[in-house]
C-alpha cells in the first residue's frame, strides 16, 4: 500500500530543475508588478473617471 502510494506521487512530482525554477522566478516578478501597478495606477491616472465615457452610451 505505501510503495504503491510512493509510486503515484513519484509519478505526479513536477520536475524542479531549472526550466521549472525560471518559471517560477517569472511568475513571481508577474504577480509583483501587477500589484505594485494595482498601488500606483490610481495615483497616476487621479483624474480619470471611471464609467464616464460617452462611449458607453
Do not use: H
Not at 525554477?21 to 483624474?47: C, D, H, Q, S
Amino acid at each position: 500500500m505505501i510503495n504503491a502510494l510512493s509510486d503515484l506521487i513519484l509519478r505526479w512530482t513536477i520536475d524542479v530543475g531549472w526550466a521549472s525554477t525560471w518559471v517560477r522566478v517569472g511568475n513571481e516578478w508577474l504577480a509583483a508588478i501587477t500589484y505594485i501597478w494595482m498601488i500606483v495606477a490610481p495615483i497616476v491616472w487621479k483624474r480619470r473617471q471611471v464609467g464616464s465615457s460617452s462611449a458607453c452610451a
